[in-house]
């Protein structure tokens, strides 16, 4: 064992393992104390953190969920650090998962990490040595969960087949959406949205016929994790399982981890990512404006307000987007059993992942102007396939 890996290991044996942050000093004091061994003691720290997240991911956790939680729970330094160690794992392969990372080795050589660790975010070893420390105790406290994809390196992945929306379109739906989210429009922004939307949907009934007919390789159900992040998590988390039921996926949230994962075929996880996103987006913009109006009548909104608004606008919108859904599906009825098929492998991959669920109950809509501008919010919101002129939900 190296004189390095020694150091290491007394100041992991103080602080890693200790139910306090007492042992914590100690051990930073026995990484920083020696000036002259810090470059060795910051690449054998790097060394050790590739094989924590290598751990991680062998439980089942994915970068963008250990950043969530670092985010959360610690901060800005630390996230560098997670971010780094994530990114020297991420080297030893030539191949990466879907929805990995794009995290890069900027420090060259290893032994020069840690110095250059220091310069750029302006701390002294101590400093980075408690952080460092404080980032490996999260990482191998991380308990194991449903794992959603192969892992780097394995061969499954190299094998793995996914047919996503074709490149142009995926342009052209991310333009209409970014275009439905900026204009100032509302008829603008509802005729943007309804083709984004029409697009979709007509990738997801040509992929179901494809399969159907035998055509290309056979694809299977798949899954990702989206953030589901306070505050007013719950009516993200309901929103989130809205979109994903619309466009035949299953959600399943994680509200300790705050994640949902959703499980369905590639494509129309990517459309459940775009739309979420836009309709999220739209969804905090009008409680905005819908705030802006309360106070310029006098009345000082609260939390309890935008969170009354948000949990109406994902009520309503569920209804909005199975409705949309519905009338889709049923547009070419010859296309059923296709997409009955393609429900019917969701639905399994879904409970093979999830044999147990439980029902959450959540927090009452207590803001009764909240929950009517939220109400309308969503009657206005632009998803496509319900248009103006159809009739309006009760």
């Known amino acids: 064992m190296s004189e390095f890996a020694e150091i290491v290991d007394r100041a992991f044996g103080a602080a890693l393992y200790a139910q306090d942050d007492a042992g ?3 051990g930073a004091s026995v990484l920083a104390a020696d000036g002259g061994r810090w470059a060795g003691v ?24 250990v950043l969530r939680l670092v985010r ?24 990466l998962p879907e929805r990995w990372t794009d ?18 975010a302006k701390a002294d070893r101590f400093t980075l040595s408690t952080a460092v420390l404080e980032v490996f105790r999260l990482l191998i406290r991380l308990p194991s969960i449903e794992p959603v994809a192969p892992l780097p390196g394995d061969p499954a992945d190299a094998l793995a087949e996914h047919a996503h929306i074709e490149p142009r379109m995926l342009g052209r739906i991310r333009a209409l959406l ?7 429009f509302p008829d603008e922004a509802e005729a943007l949205s309804a083709k984004a939307q029409e697009l979709m949907a007509r990738h997801t009934v040509d992929e179901a016929l494809l399969a159907a007919r035998g055509g290309g390789r056979k694809q299977v159900p798949g899954a990702c994790r989206i953030g589901v992040e306070p505050p007013y998590e719950e009516a993200k988390a309901v929103l989130l399982d809205a979109v994903a039921t619309a466009n035949r996926c299953r959600a399943v949230w994680n509200s300790g981890f705050e994640f949902s994962t959703v499980v369905g075929f590639e494509s129309d996880l ?40 948000l949990l109406a606008y994902a009520s309503r919108l569920g209804r909005r987007l199975a409705e949309t859904a519905e009338h889709t599906a049923t547009e070419a009825p010859d296309n ?37 501008d939220g109400t309308a919010a969503a009657d206005a919101a632009h998803v496509g396939g319900v248009g103006r002129g159809r009739p309006a939900l009760p």
């Open 72 to 95: 959360r729970d610690l901060e800005e330094l630390h996230l560098r650090i997670t971010d780094d160690m994530i990114a020297a794992e991420a080297r030893r392969y030539a191949r």
């Open 270 to 309: 990517e459309a459940v990512e775009l739309l979420h996103t836009s309709l999220l987006v739209q969804g905090t913009a009008a409680m905005t404006r819908a705030e802006a109006a309360q106070r310029a009548g006098g009345r000082k909104r609260t939390k309890t307000f935008r969170q009354s608004f």
């Open 24 to 26: 914590l000093d100690t």
């Open 103 to 120: 995290a890069e080795v900027w420090w060259g050589e290893d032994d020069a990490y840690a110095e250059q660790l220091a310069r750029r």
């Open 178 to 184: 970014a275009k439905a989210e900026a204009t100032t």
């Open 336 to 372: 059923l059993p296709a997409l009955v098929a393609r429900d019917v492998a969701v639905t399994s991959r879904a409970e093979e992942m999830f044999p147990r669920t439980t029902t959450t109950r959540l927090r009452g809509a207590t803001d009764h102007a909240g929950w009517e």
């Open 42 to 65: 910051g690449r054998e720290l790097l060394a050790r953190g590739e094989a924590y997240v290598r751990q991680a991911w062998e439980r089942g956790w994915q970068p963008a969920d």
